[in-house]
Each structure stands twice: as C-alpha cells, then as structure tokens.
C-alpha cells in the first residue's frame, strides 16, 4: 500500500506542477485553489509512504515520478520540444525509478497501512 500512496502523491506532483505554470504567479485564482488541494494531497500521500519506505528511495521515486509525469505531458499536449535524445533521457529517467522499487528493502508489515 505504501508504494500506491507514492505512485499518487507522485502523479498528483505532476497536477500541481503543471498548476503552477498556469496560475500567472498565483494571480488566477481558479487554478491556484486546485492547484494548492493537489499539492497538500501529494504530500498527504507522499508522508504515508514515508512511514514505510525509507525517505531515499520514497523522495526519488516520488520527484522522478512528478518529472517523468511533467515532462511526458509536456512534449504531448503543451508543445514542449520533443527530441530522440529527449525521449531516451525520460525512458532512462523512469527505468531508474522502477529500479529503486525492485531494490527497495520494504520492511515488513506495510499491509496494516
């Protein structure tokens, strides 16, 4: 369960960060409401998955998760440039991330989360 809350928190990371480059310094209230709900959340999540998975691996997983998220949605819906080497770079960015889950040493007894 500790690597779900991570998963989330990481994936609302991507919300909130994509918020803040549309909240014009936050003057657009309309997105800065959403925008700060995912960020508490994430941390929310973040903090739950800390209590389980120590802060090296849990802080890694979860900023690689929010720069993979970002980057991805950025060459795909904002325009942002895409290039081979780009693409590689993100690909190797998110293999490094699924590696610190394979070698995490979990403790025991995450299921009473």
């Known amino acids: 369960m500790a690597w ?6 990481g994936i609302l990371e991507v919300g909130w960060a994509l918020g803040l ?6 003057t657009n209230i309309k997105v800065v409401i959403p925008t700060m709900i ?5 941390f929310y999540f973040f ?16 900023t ?3 720069s993979f998220g970002t980057a991805v949605v950025g060459m795909m819906f904002l325009g942002d440039s895409v290039s081979v080497i ?6 190797t960015l998110i293999s490094c991330i699924m590696g610190l889950k394979f070698v995490s040493n979990q403790p025991t007894g995450e299921e009473n989360v």
Do not use: R
């Not at 480059?21 to 936050?26: L, Q, T, V």
């Not at 903090?47 to 979860?62: G, R």
């Open 4 to 9: 779900f809350f991570l998963i989330v928190g």
């Open 64 to 66: 690689g998760l929010g």
């Open 21 to 26: 480059s549309y909240s014009d310094g936050f």
């Open 38 to 42: 995912m960020l508490v959340v994430s």
């Open 86 to 91: 780009k693409i590689v770079l993100v690909l």
């Open 47 to 62: 903090a739950k998955a800390l209590k389980y998975i120590p802060i090296s691996t849990a802080y890694a997983v979860f």
